[in-house]
C-alpha cells in the first residue's frame, strides 16, 4: 500500500507565524506536490519537486517556499502566515513520467487567526 | 473559465439511484482522472483514462476524447457512496494535473 503522511491533520497558527508543513512517502517516488484545496476553488497546485533539491512553483507559489532534501520527504513552509492562508493542504506524489496517478496524503487543515 | 468543468455542483440522490456526474475540458489531455474524497479529507484516485471506458465495480468512468468530456457513473448507489468526486486531467507534456472544483453527492438511504 501507498503511503503517504503529513505532519498535523490540524494546525492553529498566528498570524506572522513560521509553520512548517511536512509530507513524507514510502514509495521512492520522484514527483512530490503540495496542493491547497478552498471551497468553490478545488485543488490548486502551490508546488511541486520532480528530484531532491529541485522544485518548480506552481499556480499559487506567492507566500510559500518548499525544501526537498530528501527524496522521501517535502516541506512547505509558510513564512509568515496569514489569515489567507487558511486553507486545507495536501500533498500528493507519483512516480516519474507524465502517465501516472497521484497519491494522495490525508491533509492538513490550516488555521490562521 | 476554468480548463475543467463539472456539473452538477451537488447532487442528491435515494439509495439505488442510477448516478451520472459530468466534466468537461477545454485542452488537450494525455489523461484525466476521477478522485473520491471523502469528509475528513483523503482523497483516493478512482480511474484513470485517456480512452474509451473503465469499470470498478459499480463505477463506470467514460470519455470522448474529440468533445473533451468524461462521465462517471455510479450504479446502485449506497449512503457510503457520498463524497465529493473530482475531476483532473493532465494536459499534454504536463506533469502536472488540473482540477475541476468537484461534485458534492448526498445518497440518502
Known amino acids: 500500500d501507498v503511503k503517504v503522511t503529513q505532519s498535523s491533520r490540524y494546525l492553529v497558527k498566528r498570524t506572522g507565524e513560521k509553520v512548517f508543513l511536512e509530507c513524507v512517502q514510502d514509495m521512492d517516488h520522484e514527483n512530490m506536490f503540495w496542493y491547497r484545496q478552498d471551497p468553490g476553488l478545488g485543488l490548486r497546485l502551490i508546488y511541486f519537486?520532480?528530484?531532491?533539491?529541485?522544485?518548480e512553483k506552481g499556480d499559487i507559489p506567492e507566500g510559500y517556499s518548499v525544501s526537498r532534501e530528501k527524496k522521501e520527504r517535502f516541506s512547505l513552509i509558510l513564512e509568515s502566515a496569514s489569515t489567507n492562508q487558511t486553507s486545507m493542504y495536501l500533498c500528493?506524489?507519483?512516480?516519474?513520467?507524465?502517465?501516472?496517478?497521484?497519491?494522495f496524503g490525508p491533509g492538513t487543515r490550516l488555521t490562521v487567526l | 473559465k476554468n480548463e475543467v468543468e463539472q456539473s452538477p455542483q451537488n447532487l442528491t440522490a435515494q439509495e439505488g439511484e442510477f448516478i451520472t456526474i459530468n466534466c468537461s475540458y477545454s485542452?488537450?489531455?494525455?489523461?484525466l482522472h476521477w478522485l473520491q474524497q471523502h469528509p475528513g479529507g483523503g482523497i483516493v484516485s478512482l480511474f484513470m483514462?485517456?480512452?474509451g471506458k473503465k469499470k470498478h465495480g459499480r463505477l463506470i468512468a467514460t470519455i470522448n476524447i474529440q468533445e473533451k468530456h468524461s462521465s462517471l457513473h455510479i450504479t446502485a448507489s449506497h449512503p457510503r457512496d457520498s463524497a465529493v468526486y473530482i475531476c483532473a486531467v493532465r494536459a499534454f507534456g504536463n506533469e502536472k494535473l488540473t482540477f475541476g472544483t468537484g461534485t458534492r453527492l448526498t445518497i440518502i438511504p
Open positions: 485542452v488537450g489531455i494525455s489523461a
Open positions: 500528493a506524489i507519483s512516480p516519474a513520467g507524465a502517465h501516472d496517478e497521484q497519491f
Open positions: 483514462l485517456s480512452s
Open positions: 519537486s520532480y528530484d531532491v533539491k529541485m522544485k
